[in-house]
């Protein structure tokens, strides 16, 4: 019987009951703690030596793989329970003949929805609202706690794949003027939406909402810097769905206290989970959540489902995963 190697045991159960049905399983436990968390995955040496093992393995965003965890790979598949695949080096796969499966479409409304709560948190100042409340001061705000709106904005959309489509398509609901940049640019979305591309400087100047939304590659990697957050509105927002390492850290946290932007909400970090002693935990002009933009049930079960059949098509069928990264 063929083995497929897990790299956490908080996956969604249909996972582990799909693939459990055709082969053996050599599940990670991960102790319990955040899927996505660093902390809980599998060192490089366990990654290294259960790929030489297995047939198959299921992974996710916390498991780097590299040339070096490839080396002396028996795996015929390699499945990301993620849309993102920044944490693998496909041409190292490539070269093995590794198919790489990862999860895209079905977590696009989910992230994009997500990335309009995290809008809305900071800028209606909802979060910060909870929390004085909860520390007992809420009778003497109602006058002074004064956020702003989001209707008849401009929101900036940096990357206007699949997630910045859906959330471009809500900011038109929100009667929000969209503008964008992205690598490609995209005719029939900009005549659908009535969207506008610019430059990638006048979306950091024109932006009150600046959404990233855009992969992590060696060309985005700390796009968003000191530079450019300084082009940014005294009055704008930033919001990161997307990756940490897109945003500068250092240079965002010196925007926030210098107030060269208003506030900002991240769902991801550079370092994940986020340093205890990241200034961004001090700032109170800022919403962060632990990586949850595409948490939500039914999405969790549809990734689930599609990477265990895209481990079955290749290890069953000798075919193809349902969506191919390399
Ligand atoms: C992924 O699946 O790669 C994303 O980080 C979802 O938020």
Redesign the pocket.
Known sequence: MDCIFISRSTFPKVLYDELGRHFRLDVWNSDGIGM?NRKAAPPPDVLKRKFSECDGAVI??GDKVTEETLSGARIRVLA??????DHIDLSAATRRGIPVS??PEV?VE??AD?AFGLMLGVSRKIVEGDRIIRNGSAGAVWGEYIGDEVWGKTMGILGLGNIGTAIARRATAFRMRVIYWSRHRKPHVETALGIEPVSLEDLFRESDYLVLAVALGEETRHIVNEERLRLMKRTSYLIN???GAIVDTDALVKALKNGWIRGAAL??YEDEPIPAESELLRLSNVVLTP?????SLDTRVK?AEITAKSVENVLLNNGLPIYLAN
């Open positions: 996505w996710t965003i990301t329970y993620s849309v993102g695949f990862y999860t977590l989910s992230v997500f769905v997307a990756r769902d991801v990586h949850i933009a595409s948490a990734m």
